[in-house]
T-cell receptor
Framework: GAVVSQHPSRVICKSGTSVKIECRSL??????MFWYRQFPKKSLMLMAT?????????EQGVEKDKFLINHASLTLSTLTVTSAHPEDSSFYIC???????????FGPGTRLTVL | GEDVEQSLFLSVREGDSSVINCTYT??????LYWYKQEPGAGLQLLTY?????DMKQDQRLTVLLNKKDKHLSLRIADTQTGDSAIYFC??????????FGAGTRLAVHP
């Protein structure tokens, strides 16, 4: 089946630093990838839609300069949290949509803790 | 706007059936999904139903869709301790974004 990986699975960083999270589709090509944020005991909140070769589309209230998204290839999208602050601590999950089919495949998530 | 609502918690005895309910608002959704999330993990697609269907069965899982009432349910037969997790329903499909409910935490006790 389709597999999506995320790296790193956990990251702890100091306030003010930037953190990059990678999302890879391992055995399929994904024209579209999605980035979600999940707060403890809460639902997933869609942050942005990432399309290969074009600018990401951000949801209302999500700062595009804060959360930089790059989708440089059909198998890789990256999310960079710039100048991270403790309130950015969260569980970030990506999903990838194959070029054919109706299903999104989710990565295992990245736990970000900002001290 | 689009909204998906679920009850937050369900407790069942091992061996009983679990029924998790969900309501949604977007009548144009093509597919409706059920995902499972275990602690500290990502989401696993359990099943989905096309909007022109009213029922889908997959082994222990039965999905019922009442499109008129915009109500979706997931029934897990013979619930086991390994079914303990958070279950999310979501509406959307294809290249559209998924709108998730808040998740129902299922606790299975002996």
């Amino acid at each position: 089946g389709a597999v999506v990986s995320q790296h790193p699975s956990r990251v702890i960083c100091k306030s003010g630093t930037s953190v990059k999270i990678e999302c890879r589709s391992l055995d399929f090509q994904a024209t579209t990838m999605f980035w979600y944020r999940q707060f403890p005991k809460k639902s997933l909140m869609l942050m942005a839609t990432s399309n290969e070769g074009s600018k990401a589309t951000y949801e209302q209230g999500v700062e595009k300069d804060k959360f930089l998204i790059n989708h440089a290839s059909l198998t890789l999208s990256t999310l960079t949290v710039t100048s991270a602050h403790p309130e950015d601590s969260s569980f970030y999950i990506c999903s990838a949509h194959p070029t054919q089919g109706n299903e999104q495949f989710f990565g295992p998530g990245t736990r970000l803790t900002v001290l | 706007g689009e909204d998906v609502e679920q009850s937050l918690f369900l407790s069942v005895r091992e061996g009983d059936s679990s029924v998790i309910n969900c309501t949604y608002t977007d009548s144009s959704s093509t597919y409706l999904y059920w995902y499972k999330q275990e602690p500290g993990a990502g989401l696993q697609l359990l099943t989905y139903i096309f909007s022109n269907m009213d029922m889908k069965q997959d082994q222990r899982l039965t999905v019922l869709l009442n499109k008129k009432d915009k109500h979706l349910s997931l029934r897990i037969a013979d619930t086991q301790t390994g079914d303990s997790a958070i279950y999310f329903c979501a509406e959307g499909g294809g290249y559209n974004k998924l709108i998730f409910g808040a998740g129902t935490r299922l606790a299975v006790h002996p």
